[in-house]
């Protein structure tokens, strides 16, 4: 659908210089958008592994966490975790992928005292059960706040990525066909005008002759 | 030494209501956890069942029970001793629990037992005043350790470590003024934890000085005994202690857990081992070791159903429960 302008010579060269501007545009987004889907692909890939592993790991943890419960009354199990020996801070920076803010997570471990010992309970009335879950759950907090980090950076890759191509898709098919049909209107008009004065002045020398013979 | 008469007579009255191999079959076989309780209503835990509600609060019904069983053997025997030497891990639990919540600034309270020999709020007031000496000696010497062993160290293990080194050492005592029985039950009990405590060390991997710390004393193998095999292969670990009175342990429990480490048949080895010994009781007339054996199987029944019904409510397999169901006492 053309626009409405005047088919004005002046109006052309305006809309010739848009039509130019628009498909570089067009191209720079088009780039983007490519580079960004690479990217998101790779990013998805790696959640998906990350995710699985995370997942499998969870499910093992909390399988032997129901076990340990199994052996151990509900009261034993509360009173050997209710205090913590590891505590985890986590910084949360911001990254840079092809102009999208992504998180990126740190942890600092922050231990009570220097010592190797992730368990918080004694052993006397604790099952074996329990260390194999708490150890799992210990090793696997890095993987999930990894995996945290990753799938909140797909998820803004994702947003981004949909409004690229949406603008692509713009301009693609509709601001350029719309110029280009402009253009081809404004100089098809300014054409016919061309050919009726030619028209005319052939029609004004054809008279000008007959009189002068 | 005493004789108990009418105590025995007492027990092996309500030995014959134990939960029995045959009703262990119909608990697993029981498609939820509503349908064990009610395959459960024909026994002693009828009416506690009835008393809950839900069965999901089927802890409540058994520390219920429990506390049932412990007032009808101390009235019965006239000797609180008895009794003492299975409630006082009661007491170390609750002051475990009043001390780490005040450590955290956070209450506890749904996870304080109601059934050891001082009464919960005796305990949560001398914790929140700081102030132990209205405990009984051994809890008021154990709070003070506890208390100047997480000031040092800031680990809430130590904490476990210590009151669990004071509640054997009474619970040993205790034993003692019992006789030679109560004593070897005691005693073994305290070796059995140590071989699992050495073991979950050597899992887990956790230094040798820490090991010293979490090792009972009092047991028929010292602590040295452990230390000193740390750092040595398994095999010889489990060759010494195939010769000792623990030659049954290292058959079911040790050599599987030297192939692939697993928890589930040593501790239900170890646990087999422990009722095994208060079997004895079965097959005496009277005496100590009949009323010992039953507060042993009743704490065994105890292990039995929490296994069974949290097993029921998460709906697990019923193989995995069996991997891990302890021998019955009857």
């Known amino acids: 659908m053309k626009t409405n302008v005047n088919p004005t010579r002046m109006e052309l060269t305006k809309l010739k210089k848009r039509l130019k501007v628009a498909r570089r545009g067009h191209k720079l987004l088009k780039d983007k958008q490519d580079e960004l889907i690479k990217k998101f692909v790779d990013l998805v890939k790696k959640n998906k592994e990350l995710r699985e592993k995370v997942e499998d790991e969870l499910s093992s943890a909390l399988r032997n966490f129901v076990m340990a419960r199994a052996v151990m009354s509900k009261e034993i199990v509360e009173e050997s975790l209710m205090y913590p020996v590891e505590k985890v801070d986590i910084d949360v920076e911001t990254g840079n992928i092809m102009s999208v803010k992504v998180p990126k997570i740190k942890i600092h471990k922050k231990k009570k005292k220097a010592s190797d010992n992730k368990y918080p309970y004694g052993f006397a009335n604790t099952s074996g059960e329990l260390d194999n879950a708490i150890s799992i759950l210990a090793d696997i907090l890095p993987d999930l706040l990894e995996l945290a980090e990753i799938e909140k950076t797909c998820q803004l890759l994702a947003d981004e990525i949909e409004k690229t191509r949406r603008r692509v898709n713009a301009l693609e098919h509709i601001m350029i066909p719309e110029l280009e049909e402009t253009i081809k209107y404004i100089s098809m008009k300014l054409d016919e005008a061309e050919r009726a004065n030619i028209t005319r002045l052939m029609k004004v020398k054809e008279m000008v002759m007959e009189k002068s013979v | ?330």
Not at chain 2, 153 to 160: L, S, T
């Open chain 2, 1 to 330: 030494m005493e004789e108990y008469l009418y105590a025995t007579a007492r027990v092996k009255a309500l030995e014959i209501k134990l939960i029995s191999q045959n009703l262990t079959e119909r608990l697993l076989d029981a498609p939820s956890a509503e349908e064990t309780a009610k395959v459960l209503s024909e026994t002693e835990y009828g009416s506690y069942f009835g008393e809950i509600g839900s069965v999901y609060n089927f802890e409540e019904a058994i520390y219920k029970h429990l506390k049932d069983v412990f007032r009808i053997i101390d009235d019965s025997t006239g000797n609180p001793d008895f009794t003492r030497i299975f409630r006082y891990k009661y007491d170390i639990h609750n002051l475990k629990v009043l001390l780490k919540a005040s450590y955290i600034g956070e209450s506890y309270e749904d996870i304080l037992i109601p059934i050891g020999t001082v009464e919960v709020e005796r305990i949560k007031k001398t914790v929140s005043d700081k102030d132990f000496s209205e405990l009984p000696a051994f809890l008021k010497d154990a709070a003070h350790e506890a208390v100047a062993g997480f000031e040092l160290n800031h680990d809430p293990q130590y904490v476990d470590f210590i009151l669990d080194r004071y509640l054997y050492s009474k619970m040993l005592d205790t034993a003692k003024r019992l006789g030679d029985f109560a004593e070897e039950f005691v005693k073994t009990e305290i070796d059995l934890i140590n071989i699992n405590t050495f073991l979950r060390f050597r899992k887990i991997g956790i230094s040798s000085s820490r090991l010293k710390e979490a090792l009972i004393d009092g047991g028929y193998l010292k602590p040295s005994f452990y230390v000193e095999y740390f750092a040595e292969p398994l095999n010889s670990f489990a060759e010494s202690l195939s010769v000792s009175r623990y030659d049954r342990v290292v058959d079911e429990g040790i050599q599987k857990w030297i192939v692939d480490q697993d928890a589930t048949q040593l501790e239900k080895a170890l646990d087999n081992y422990l009722i095994d010994l208060a079997k004895q009781g079965k097959y005496e007339a009277f005496g100590v070791k009949p009323i010992l054996g039953f507060l042993k199987a009743k704490d065994n029944e105890a292990k039995l159903l929490r296994l069974i019904f949290v097993s029921k409510i998460n709906e697990i397999p019923v193989e995995k429960i069996r991997e891990r169901l302890r021998d019955t006492y009857v």
